[in-house]
């Protein structure tokens, strides 16, 4: 069976500084994986996904993450942080077979601080 | 574009009483949706797996009877908690998938219903 391990619960970073959000996630072949974010009051959104080729996956919001199989781990960057970004993100890895049902991670919290 | 409703945001009903929410894809169609519960602090876990005209698809451990999923229209999902009690108490969020264009078999998320059984 799948699985997805987030090991931070909550992240605190000033604003401006980098961040890395890790993940490492358990699937016997080849994954789909995808980070996404969720804000109060609104639906998790998509923040990127990869699915095959370039390991280094761009996603929106100035977000990427980078798929490193020998590490099983699909951790998600971001040279500068803003405000905004404050909020609570997801990991989730996904079977194949064409359905991408994701199987989340417990989510790490993002903390900004001005 | 691709964008999910669910109503209510949140309700607050008493032990024993049934409970109503709908996911609703407003401008696309979705054959498919899905129903997570997400606890505190933890994880989305799948319900169930939602088919317009069909039987929903139930994830181990989820009882069939005590949420009761509908499908009955290429926008519309509902899940009814019957006979709530407060363990029932959750964070509840649809999602809909994309089956045709740009964006096929991208899932799409509601904002969550906040459900209180007191």
């Known amino acids: 069976a799948q699985s997805v391990t987030q090991p931070d619960i909550h992240i605190t970073v000033s604003e401006g500084a980098s961040l890395e959000l890790r993940c490492n996630y358990s699937?016997?072949?080849?994954?789909?994986l995808f980070w996404y974010v969720q804000s109060p009051g609104q639906g998790l959104q998509l923040l990127l996904k990869?699915?095959?080729?370039?390991?280094l996956v761009q996603g929106i919001k100035g977000f990427e993450a980078e798929f490193k199989r020998s590490q099983s781990s699909f951790n998600l960057r971001k040279p500068s942080v803003h405000w905004s970004d404050a909020a609570e993100y997801f990991c989730a890895v996904g079977s194949g077979g064409g359905s991408y049902i994701p199987t989340f991670g417990r989510g790490t919290s993002l903390i900004v601080h001005p | 574009g691709a964008v999910v409703s669910q109503h209510p945001s949140w309700v607050i009903c008493k032990s024993g009483t049934s409970v109503k929410i709908e996911c609703r894809s407003l401008d696309f169609q979705a054959t498919t949706m899905f129903w997570y519960r997400q606890f505190p602090k933890q994880s989305l876990m799948l319900m169930a797996t939602?088919?317009?005209?069909?039987?929903?698809?139930?994830e181990q451990g989820v009882e069939k009877d005590k949420f009761l999923i509908n499908h009955a229209s290429l926008t519309l999902s509902t899940l009814t908690v019957t006979s709530a009690h407060p363990e029932d108490s959750s964070f509840y969020i649809c999602s809909a998938r994309v089956t045709s264009g740009r964006k096929y078999n991208e899932q799409f998320f509601g904002p969550g219903t906040r459900l209180t059984v007191l």
């Open positions: 699937y016997g072949a080849t994954p789909y």
């Open positions: 939602s088919n317009e005209g069909s039987k929903a698809t139930y």
């Open positions: 990869y699915f095959s080729g370039d390991t």
